[in-house]
């Protein structure tokens, strides 16, 4: 099992950026495809990016192409999300998750290709 704790939410103005983190415990993390989610009031969660283990693929939901990016340090069993150009849609809380596989390219980008979470962290973007 992996354990997942995110960081670095916060409240930023429109047009800001901010980085999550998401540190993860195990011997196994490189081979864990990792992804982002959020959820805002009302809506379902719903996913933003992923990432997978070998780092070479990636994948992001079309509201975030150009301006959110995925990456993962294996060494430091940390998985990050570079948010820029941040709009008030972008307003939910951010959980990550992670998928044990062997495929250095498998990349999962729907809630249920996921089986560990973490207790996410809010990001409140303000017009």
């Known amino acids: 099992q992996v354990q997942l704790v995110e960081s670095g939410g916060g409240l930023v103005q429109a047009g800001g950026s901010l980085r999550l983190s998401c540190a993860a415990s195990g011997r196994t993390f490189s081979r864990y495809a990792m992804g982002w989610f959020r959820q805002a009031p009302g809506k379902e969660r719903g996913f933003v990016a992923a990432?997978?283990?070998?780092?070479?693929?990636?994948y992001y939901a079309d509201s975030v192409k150009g301006r959110f990016t995925i990456s993962r340090d294996n060494a430091k069993n940390t998985v990050y999300l570079q948010m820029n150009s941040l709009k008030p849609e972008d307003t939910a809380v951010y959980y990550c998750?992670?998928?044990?596989?062997?495929?250095?390219?498998?990349?999962?980008?729907?809630?249920?290709?996921?089986?560990?979470w973490g207790q996410g962290t809010q990001v409140t973007v303000s017009s």
């Open positions: 998750a992670a998928e044990r596989t062997d495929s250095g390219s498998y990349l999962p980008t729907g809630r249920y290709g996921y089986d560990y």
């Open positions: 990432i997978s283990w070998s780092g070479y693929n990636t």
